[in-house]
T-cell receptor, first 112, second 116 residues
Framework: GENVEQHPSTLSVQEGDSAVIKCTYS??????FPWYKQELGKRPQLIID?????GEKKDQRIAVTLNKTAKHFSLHITETQPEDSAVYFC???????????FGTGTSLTVIP | DAMVIQNPRYQVTQFGKPVTLSCSQT?????MYWYQQKSSQAPKLLFH???????NEADTPDNFQSRRPNTSFCFLDIRSPGLGDAAMYLC???????????????FGPGTRLTVL
């Protein structure tokens, strides 16, 4: 089955700096890659997603890039703010289908 | 507006005492999932329903069961909770998977289970 690895497990950045989180996947058939943000004690919330027919997607300060050949995708957060502090999970999926394979999470701390 | 609702938010049970967690959704989604999330770990899929079709993950213990009486509701039954079952249990939903549509999962707020 699919194996998703995520790095780093923890990340601290100064407010205003950029943060990058990377994930790799093993199944070349995976074609949908969501990113979730989970604040302490709260539900995971989708922040951005990308499909395999697109190399990059951007939404304000958040962007995701996908390299299908290398089987990796990354989350980029620019101009970080303290409220960006949370755990971020990547996932890979094959659609149509129902199985999400999650990465192990990255705990991001933005230092004011 | 709440779209995926889980009750209760916190549940305390005793070792071996059956417990039921509930999930409801107002999205009319075909698919409902149950995940177990332990501290500092990724959500782990236990099983999911595609309409009434139940799909169990191979490594989900028999101690965990699920029911989906209708589109809106899904229940997680833990028949004999052990100390290792203490975790956050997340319910999620998604639309019917389609070739041309994203298959995003929407999560509920979770139920934190404590086993004494």
């Amino acid at each position: 089955g699919e194996n998703v690895e995520q790095h780093p497990s923890t990340l601290s950045v100064q407010e205003g700096d950029s943060a990058v989180i990377k994930c790799t996947y093993s199944d070349s058939a995976s074609n949908y890659f969501p990113w979730y943000k989970q604040e302490l004690g709260k539900r995971p919330q989708l922040i951005i997603d990308i499909r395999s027919n697109v190399g990059e997607k951007k939404d304000q300060r958040i962007a995701v890039t996908l390299n299908k050949t290398a089987k990796h995708f990354s989350l980029h957060i620019t101009e970080t703010q303290p409220e960006d502090s949370a755990v971020y999970f990547c996932a890979a999926s094959i659609i149509p289908g129902n199985q999400f394979y999650f990465g192990t999470g990255t705990s991001l701390t933005v230092i004011p | 507006d709440a779209m995926v609702i889980q009750n209760p938010r916190y549940q305390v049970t005793q070792f071996g005492k059956p417990v039921t967690l509930s999930c409801s959704q107002t999205l009319n989604h075909n698919v409902m999932y149950w995940y177990q999330q332990k501290s500092s770990q990724a959500p782990k899929l236990l099983f999911h329903y595609y309409d009434k079709d139940f799909n169990n993950e191979a490594d989900t213990p028999d101690n965990f069961q699920s029911r989906r009486p209708n589109t809106s509701f899904c229940f997680l039954d833990i028949r004999s909770p052990g100390l290792g079952d203490a975790a956050m249990y997340l319910c999620a939903t998604s639309r019917e998977p389609g070739v041309s549509r994203t298959d995003t999962q929407y999560f509920g707020p979770g139920t934190r289970l404590t086993v004494l």
